[in-house]
């Protein structure tokens, strides 16, 4: 399945500005989710970006870049324009959206996002296990799935942030996404629906249109960087990987 790897890219975050270039032990963060989508070894890798510095970054590793309109709505928008503006857009059947604020994310658990797409669905994400403190984390997103005996790919029902107190076929949702690229200009093209707009989970958007997203299963999924407090974390992270080696 010959796949684009784009990584949407915005520098003016409120709750984190200029998060793609925060350094992590002198490495900025959107150069370690580069380098973990080229060593997944699935596809193309572009950065989907709007200021000079990242584009500049990027290149000068050898990457490759892509500028975008500084006012795009969301990530996503930011990958399909990205995705348009390549010569060679129609050679792709998948187009992964990899999550700019993943420094640890496992190159394994980026392939693991093409399944659902290779067993028939458009849209394909992940999901990792959750705990019961994790469950009750409105700052986490969870996803209801239906498993079908020796499914491979689950079948997402719901997504959420407030704690319903269920346990049975709850999950922690990973925000990494797979696209049919047909699939992908449908759902950028649906107006918000209701529960996106009242629960601020832009994939209702897709449930909402009768488009169902697949979900694989993946175990230890690293958080992402969403507060300072998050990049020290990773940092202390990384330095026990480095002591224990």
């Given at each position: 399945?010959?796949?684009?790897?784009?990584?949407?890219?915005?520098?003016?975050?409120?709750?984190?500005?200029?998060?793609?270039?925060?350094?992590?032990?002198?490495?900025?963060?959107?150069?370690?989710?580069?380098?973990?989508g080229?060593?997944?070894k699935?596809?193309?890798?572009y950065?989907?970006?709007?200021?000079?510095?990242?584009?500049?970054?990027?290149?000068?590793?050898?990457?490759?870049?892509?500028?975008?309109?500084?006012?795009?709505?969301?990530?996503?928008?930011?990958?399909?324009?990205?995705?348009?503006?390549?010569?060679?857009?129609?050679?792709?059947?998948?187009i992964?959206?990899?999550?700019?604020?993943?420094?640890?994310?496992?190159?394994?658990?980026?392939?693991?996002?093409?399944?659902?797409?290779?067993?028939?669905?458009?849209?394909?994400?992940?999901?990792?296990?959750?705990?019961?403190?994790?469950?009750?984390?409105?700052?986490?997103?969870?996803?209801?799935?239906?498993?079908?005996?020796?499914?491979?790919?689950?079948?997402?029902?719901?997504?959420?942030?407030?704690?319903?107190?269920?346990?049975?076929?709850?999950?922690?949702?990973?925000?990494?996404?797979?696209?049919?690229?047909?699939?992908?200009?449908?759902?950028?093209?649906?107006?918000?629906?209701?529960?996106?707009?009242?629960?601020?989970?832009?994939?209702?958007?897709?449930?909402?249109?009768?488009?169902?997203?697949?979900?694989?299963?993946?175990?230890?999924?690293?958080?992402?960087v969403?507060?300072?407090?998050?990049?020290?974390?990773?940092?202390?992270?990384?330095?026990?990987?480095?002591?224990?080696?």
């Amino acid at each position: 399945m010959k796949t684009a790897i784009i990584i949407p890219s915005r520098m003016s975050s409120k709750r984190f500005p200029n998060k793609p270039m925060a350094k992590i032990n002198g490495i900025p963060m959107i150069e370690r989710v580069w380098k973990q989508g080229v060593n997944s070894k699935i596809g193309d890798v572009y950065v989907a970006c709007s200021e000079d510095e990242v584009f500049n970054l990027i290149s000068s590793k050898g990457g490759k870049a892509i500028m975008t309109d500084p006012n795009l709505p969301s990530g996503t928008d930011r990958v399909f324009a990205a995705f348009n503006l390549l010569d060679n857009k129609d050679e792709y059947e998948s187009i992964i959206n990899l999550q700019g604020d993943m420094p640890l994310i496992d190159s394994i658990n980026i392939q693991s996002v093409n399944i659902p797409l290779e067993n028939g669905y458009d849209i394909g994400t992940i999901a990792t296990d959750i705990s019961s403190e994790e469950e009750k984390n409105e700052n986490i997103t969870k996803v209801s799935i239906d498993w079908k005996e020796a499914d491979v790919v689950g079948n997402s029902l719901d997504f959420y942030k407030f704690s319903t107190k269920q346990t049975s076929n709850i999950y922690q949702h990973v925000g990494i996404y797979s696209f049919k690229p047909i699939a992908l200009r449908k759902f950028v093209s649906l107006p918000a629906s209701k529960n996106e707009i009242d629960r601020k989970l832009e994939q209702l958007r897709a449930i909402d249109a009768g488009i169902k997203i697949g979900i694989t299963y993946v175990e230890n999924v690293p958080i992402s960087v969403d507060t300072l407090e998050d990049l020290i974390l990773i940092e202390n992270i990384l330095n026990n990987r480095d002591e224990n080696k």
